[in-house]
């Protein structure tokens, strides 16, 4: 069979419980994160973006650049920019669906929930109802991120909400905490944490990582370390994981070229640079603004929104005292506005996404004709559930919650707040 046809019999077995629910009539391919994971495993080599959808001119243009270059794709949101976006982890299914029914996209998409952030026991209670609810509204893929803990803390938290993800779903967890002052990632803390996992017969598809990432604009010039990345990897390959990248906005081609070929990263976040792209803010050719000597944004002329609006934007952040890298709270109240402007300018805005987006799938991540690799798993398993990659390996009775406990005691302390918004 062709493409074509293929694509026909993934739609009809390769769509979750969830998507055929709530898109009955849909042409949209959207999968399990698992099949996008095995689609970058099975070409070798190769990671796909995980674009944040912080708006839908985002979500447009990555969908247009996933299509030109035939490329499986992840669209995501973080939990916590439900506070400043108008999209949310509840509604992202429905745009993704959408703009790829109107665009017609062919090729195969999941919708994940980037940074389910826990940071205390407490916030089980609400993960509790929050998880099914998500999955309910079409999310195919969740990051359970409690590095934020002690180990022992993140290990038990994985575990208890685990079973709130359907066994078909894509599965991400992380160790260390991210842009955190405690230090970066050790194999020890990657081994102790999937370990675990594995004697409770959990077997996430990612583990993402504190490699020299940071979110949002760039602060150092340190970047992603990819020999890290490549021996913790290593250290836990036996059990099957994939590499989640975080933060790679303002890394060089270069080193995320080094992250796909290197380790067995198969997903990369990618948040700050598509917003920026979208507004017409210069950035350099790794996607990080280019600040001017007063540490404004520079705004080009007939990229991006108008300037009337960018104006505007800008008026608003000094307004609130927002600094350059708090610009992602202008995507709420600009939203509507933004997609009030004439149909140029919002074209524009996506092909800029498009034409970024489009560069990294194939220049840099090694992503290119990954599409029809994810619907030949899907083909393969005749099925939206393809099964985990890892096998039981630890004995249960070493890993109770009283040995976790007593194993656990964290490496390092001291890590400052988080950003979970990559």
């Not at 080193?255 to 290197?262: D, M, Q, S, W, Y």
């Not at 800008?314 to 939203?335: C, I, Q, S, T």
Request: proline share 4%; with cysteine; glycine share 8%.
């Amino acid at each position: 069979m062709g493409y074509e046809a293929d694509y026909e019999q993934a739609l009809k077995v390769g769509r979750p419980p969830n998507i055929q629910k709530l898109f009955p009539n849909s042409k949209a391919l959207i999968v399990s994160g698992k099949v996008i994971d095995r689609a970058m495993r099975a070409k070798g080599k190769a990671m796909t973006i995980a674009a944040n959808g912080r708006s839908s001119i985002v979500i447009r243009g990555t969908l247009q650049a996933a299509q030109k270059a035939n490329a499986a794709v992840i669209i995501e949101i973080a939990k916590s920019e439900a506070n400043y976006c108008l999209i949310s982890m509840w509604n992202i299914a429905r745009f993704v669906d959408t703009l790829c029914n109107e665009l017609k996209i062919t090729v195969p998409v999941a919708v994940h929930a980037d940074h389910f952030g826990i940071t205390k026991a407490s916030d089980l209670e609400a993960a509790r109802t929050d998880i099914p609810s998500m999955f309910e509204a079409g999310i195919t893929s969740i990051a359970i991120d409690a590095s934020h803990m002690p180990e022992d803390e993140n290990l038990l938290a994985n575990i208890a909400l685990s079973q709130y993800i359907p066994a078909w779903a894509g599965y991400e967890t992380e160790v260390g905490e991210i842009k955190g002052a405690a230090g970066l990632s050790t194999p020890e803390e990657a081994l102790f944490l999937i370990q675990g996992l594995n004697a409770h017969r959990i077997y996430p598809d990612w583990i993402a990582l504190n490699n020299g990432t940071t979110h949002g604009i760039e602060e150092s010039a340190s970047g992603i370390q990819v020999e890290l990345t490549r021996d913790i990897h290593r250290a836990i390959e036996k059990y099957g994981l994939s590499g989640a990248q975080h933060g790679t906005s303002g890394n060089s081609v270069e080193r995320l070229r080094r992250i796909a070929a290197e380790t067995n990263t198969t997903k990369a976040n990618v948040a700050t640079a598509l917003q920026m792209l979208s507004w017409g803010v210069k950035v350099n050719e790794y996607g990080n603004a280019i600040l001017d000597q007063d540490k404004n944004f520079i705004k080009i002329p007939e990229e991006g929104v108008t300037e009337k609006l960018w104006n505007e934007m800008v008026a608003y952040a000094k307004e609130k005292n927002l600094k350059a890298g708090d610009y992602k709270k202008l995507n709420l109240p600009f939203e509507n506005k933004i997609l009030a402007q004439p149909s140029a300018v919002r074209d524009r805005m996506a092909k800029a996404v498009e034409d970024f987006v489009y560069d990294l799938l194939v220049n840099c991540f090694g992503a290119k004709d990954t599409a029809p690799l994810a619907v030949e798993a899907i083909l393969k398993a005749g099925s939206y559930d393809l099964g985990p990659k890892g096998s039981a390996i630890e004995d249960p009775a070493d890993w109770t919650e009283a040995k976790i406990r007593a194993k656990g005691a964290p490496a390092k302390e001291g890590g400052e707040a988080g950003k979970y918004d990559d």
